[in-house]
């Protein structure tokens, strides 16, 4: 869990990234003078997800180590320590780079979800640092497998803000849904990202929804599947990542049905 979660949501959001930086302030101001998505805005909208899944497969892996012994001797190492209770553990961060991040500090009390028979915890950040960003609030994690698919998968609910240096302040709140599927090959095993979420930041509130699931697979260095919307202020522009066909070109739908290939 630890390597799928750290892949999975690196391919997707640089994918992502890439495919905004190059194509989308520009059409998207030549549709309406009145909105335009930037590059500073695409940074907001990743800020809250990229700075919180910075310590994603941590928790991940600390929810998988054995119980019993996790309680009776606790977990330390360079980056991290926990101390493990019935109904959770307490992490605390040491200064430490974790996933090529900069410096995590703070202490994040998970909670697991007694009500049902899933892997599910929630994770609750009060004045957490990733860097210079403050994070504050919670993200709820279901994890789940299908042996005879070969199939492994996790949700994320999250209900975050982030305090930049400045001040300013960036909030988000959504589910994505990310799996993988083992193939007999890196060209053959497919990780997907699907879900809703929302971002508010400056005055503006972007609404992002998959309407069918971003595919890839190892084998190839961009997004090969799958379509999403964008939603700023009103204005819904589509992505169509393709076939499933390798490639570096994505479809830009905007509302009036102009299209506009880009290259990621």
Avoid at 75 to 102: I, K, P, R
Avoid at 121 to 140: E, I, M, P, Q
Avoid at 147 to 164: K, P, Y
Wanted: glycine share 8%; with cysteine; net charge negative.
């Amino acid at each position: 869990m630890n390597g799928l979660t750290r892949i999975i949501h690196a391919l997707s959001i640089t994918a992502f990234a890439l495919l905004f930086l190059q194509g989308c302030s520009e059409d998207a101001n030549s549709y309406n003078g009145e909105v335009e998505l930037s590059q500073t805005e695409l940074q907001i909208i990743l800020e809250t997800d990229d700075a919180a899944g910075a310590v994603d497969s941590a928790l991940a892996e600390l929810f998988t180590l054995d119980a019993t012994a996790s309680k009776s001797t606790g977990v330390s190492n360079e980056c991290y320590s926990a101390e493990y209770t019935q109904t959770g553990y307490t992490v605390t961060f040491n200064n430490c780079v974790l996933n090529g991040t900069e410096n995590i500090n703070g202490t994040l009390t998970v909670t697991y979800n007694l009500e049902n028979e899933t892997s599910a915890f929630t994770a609750t950040y009060v004045d957490f640092y990733v860097g210079t960003l403050k994070l504050n609030g919670t993200r709820s994690y279901t994890l789940g497998s299908d042996i005879e698919q070969g199939t492994i998968a996790f949700t994320v609910v999250s209900n975050m803000s982030v305090e930049m240096e400045d001040e300013s302040v960036i909030s988000e709140n959504g589910t994505k849904v990310f799996s993988f599927t083992f193939g007999e090959n890196l060209e053959t095993s497919i990780f997907t990202l699907s879900g809703t979420w929302q971002v508010e930041a400056d005055g503006n509130t972007y609404i992002v929804e998959t309407i069918t699931d971003l595919a890839g697979n190892f084998g190839c260095e961009y997004l090969t599947s799958g379509s999403m919307d964008v939603n700023k202020n009103g204005l819904t522009i589509t992505i169509d990542f393709g076939d499933g066909t390798c490639d570096n070109v994505a479809t830009l739908v905007f509302p009036n049905g102009n299209t506009q290939e880009v290259t990621l």
